[in-house]
């Protein structure tokens, strides 16, 4: 039985100190719930007497508990019952402002079998915690860079756990984060199940972020996020994410759904990505990016279907901040995918839209790009895949042709952050493959509402590209659908 079952069957089982150990009300340390108490140091308390009584549960009621940061230490799970709700202070100093790792509501580090769980509410308030820091900045209090006026470094997370085993995130909401809402990074034995996250407040505000972490299980989410919905990061180069599965999740984001990288400098490896939703997305349902030096190995996505979102597929191998080593991109299945672009903004609304100036004139093709110099993303498989495109790609408007002159500038943009935008206009409207090899289209099918002045595929140095059963729909469309150039063994 492997550590992560044991640990599922632990928590069924109740074996797990914090979840079968005593329940202690947060009022019996002096916790007031009226909102405007600021009760830092008292539920600091309860945690720290808990955590030296062997473990238990701080338990807090209906009412609304304004605090600052706050340590979860090992054997002790937090639970917010229907109706209570912890409040962000909106003082910038009642974060730990200078420690990354820290400068959370809730942080940990080092510890395990901890918990967060009930149908109560976290608000970080980020929009106005983070307006105070800029203020405290324009005083010349702090020192921040404030990149596009927003503040770039000292903004809290909602949660931050760290070097933790043995956690439980259950059934709670996290609301408007100052920056990434939770960062699960290092952790081992991790179950996340039917959280709700709201965070469309501000900037930066990626709804899930798992870094460098083993055994994880995500399911039963609903995230609503203004940056990437959920994230699989890797900062560490000696360590890398594996065994994580995301399951019956449903995602809106003004960024990516779901999103390997960035930073990407370890690697991924054994990765399910099963029966999730993605709609009202900017950017792409699903990217696979690895910019940054790490491997990406195992992977499995099945049964994705996404609504509304600027692109469907990204598979990308850069070399950004890689020193010197290039990332590797292989195995990869994505199988029972379903997509629609729209023709216009698909995050139209948000409080913090996607930046319209960094997208294409026309619409850009779901794309398998690696690198030059032998760096191909290998063995994908593409099976029954369906992407619905609006087509209407225009050449008056902006164009990018066929000709060996148009497809040799495409640039490679090795040092680029890795989005589907990134190389502006493309010269197909379903699917665009470069430096990749033996990639296996399986019965997938890509429709064009519109005529498109550009072919559905185009294949540009690439090798062992086999397309079977693939069908292309398009107004009108009698031309040629698939064009090759610089590449060998590309089977129709």
């Not at 090992?74 to 962000?88: P, Y």
């Not at 900037?203 to 959920?230: E, M, P, Q, S, Y």
């Not at 990516?256 to 054994?270: D, E, H, L, P």
């Amino acid at each position: 039985m492997n550590k992560y079952k044991f640990f599922l069957l632990s928590l069924a089982l109740g074996c797990l100190g914090p979840l079968a150990a005593k329940d202690y009300p947060a009022s019996l340390f002096g916790v007031k719930s009226n909102g405007t108490t600021l009760n830092t140091t008292a539920i600091q308390k309860g945690i720290d007497y808990i955590h030296a009584q062997g473990g238990g549960r701080l338990v807090f009621y209906v009412g609304r508990y304004l605090t600052g940061t706050i340590q979860l230490k090992s054997n002790v799970t937090i639970v917010l019952n229907e109706g209570a709700v912890w409040v962000g202070s909106l003082n910038p100093y009642d974060y730990n402002l200078e420690d990354p790792h820290s400068c959370s509501l809730i942080y940990a580090d080092g510890q395990d079998n901890i918990g967060i769980i009930g149908k109560g509410v976290i608000d970080g308030r980020g929009r106005e915690v983070s307006y105070n820091i800029i203020d405290q900045v324009q005083k010349g209090i702090l020192d921040d860079s404030l990149k596009l006026d927003r503040p770039a470094r000292r903004r809290p997370k909602g949660i931050y756990l760290y070097n933790c085993k043995n956690i439980q995130i259950k059934e709670i909401m996290v609301k408007n984060a100052g920056e990434w809402v939770q960062f699960y990074d290092h952790c081992e034995n991790l179950a996340i199940d039917s959280i709700t996250v709201d965070s469309k407040a501000y900037w930066n505000n990626d709804g899930l972020d798992i870094g460098d972490c083993k055994h994880v299980r995500i399911t039963n989410c609903f995230i609503d996020a203004t940056d990437d919905g959920i994230c699989l990061k890797s900062h560490d180069r000696k360590s890398f994410n594996e065994d994580i599965e995301i399951r019956n999740c449903v995602i809106r984001s003004s960024a990516n759904g779901i999103k390997f990288g960035t930073v990407s400098a370890g690697g991924y490896k054994n990765i399910r990505i099963i029966n999730n939703k993605v709609y009202d997305t900017f950017r792409s349902a699903i990217t696979i990016a690895t910019p940054d030096g790490g491997f990406v190995e195992d992977i499995l996505v099945d049964s994705l279907y996404a609504y509304n979102t600027g692109n469907a597929i990204y598979l990308r191998i850069g070399a950004r901040w890689n020193k010197g080593d290039i990332g590797k991109m292989n195995n990869i299945t994505i199988r029972n995918l379903y997509a629609e672009i729209p023709a216009g903004k698909p995050d139209a609304g948000y409080t913090y839209e996607g930046p319209v100036e960094d997208n294409p004139r026309n619409i850009s093709p779901a794309s398998i790009i690696g690198l030059e110099g032998g760096h191909d993303i290998t063995d994908v498989i593409l099976q029954n895949v369906e992407i619905v495109y609006p087509g209407g790609g225009n050449p008056h408007y902006a164009y990018r042709g066929l000709t060996p002159a148009d497809l040799d500038s495409i640039p490679e943009m090795a040092k680029s952050y890795p989005e589907f935008s990134q190389f502006k206009e493309l010269p197909a409207w379903g699917f665009y493959i470069r430096h990749a090899r033996n990639i296996l289209f399986d019965n997938v099918t890509l429709k064009a509402l519109k005529p498109d002045y550009r072919p559905a595929i185009v294949v540009q140095e690439a090798e062992n590209i086999t397309l079977k059963k693939v069908k292309y729909k398009e107004p009108g469309g009698k031309k040629k659908q698939v064009f090759v150039y610089k590449s060998k063994g590309v089977k129709e």
